[in-house]
């Protein structure tokens, strides 16, 4: 990937995510001042670590983790004092966050699969209806079909995989959305 494309897709990605970033930090440090400049510190390790992501995970939910990692150095790095969260709280919404992101990208999956299940034709649909969602057997849905159940299991490879690859398009293209 060219230096350009490199620089163009981090800022993509932090632009998306910035102010989820922000509000865990915040929510982290409760202190605006200190949050401000972990933010930074966070995005200037993301760009530092940037050729490391593997542009098929979740950003945000890589992100949030090296967020997380800069705020308990914070912490270890100056004395406690009685207003700052416990590590076991600390934990804990980072937990919840990290949480949040994964169900996220799964409901912008399940999205995708939506859209992608749209295109299919009808024979397909109905295939992946009776296997997946009335769960019958393949044998028994090659009888009603009068195919071979070989045929029937070709089929569904197909189909998943061409499932497979509209569902990677459609998340491709949401992560490129300003």
């Not at 071979?148 to 197909?158: D, F």
Request: charged share 30%; net charge negative; with cysteine.
């Amino acid at each position: 990937m060219a230096e350009s494309e490199h620089r163009e897709q981090f800022a993509q990605l932090v632009s998306l995510h910035q102010s989820q970033v922000f509000g865990f930090i915040r929510a982290m440090t409760r202190n605006t001042e200190d949050a401000q400049d972990l933010h930074q510190q966070t995005l200037i390790v993301l760009w530092k670590k940037f050729d490391k992501f593997e542009a098929d995970s979740n950003f945000l939910a890589w992100a949030l983790r090296v967020a997380d990692l800069e705020v308990r150095h914070f912490h270890s790095r100056r004395k406690r004092s009685a207003t700052d969260l416990s590590e076991d709280i600390m934990s804990q919404v980072a937990t919840a966050l990290h949480h949040e992101a994964e169900l996220g990208e799964l409901d912008t999956r399940k999205s995708a699969l939506s859209g992608c299940m749209d295109k299919l034709s009808d024979g397909d649909r109905q295939m992946i209806e009776r296997i997946y969602v009335e769960e019958h057997r393949i044998k028994q849905v090659a009888a009603e079909m009068d195919r071979l159940p070989q045929s029937v299991s070709n089929s569904l490879r197909r189909i998943r995989q061409g499932l497979f690859e509209c569902i990677e398009s459609a998340l491709a293209r949401e992560e490129k959305r300003p």
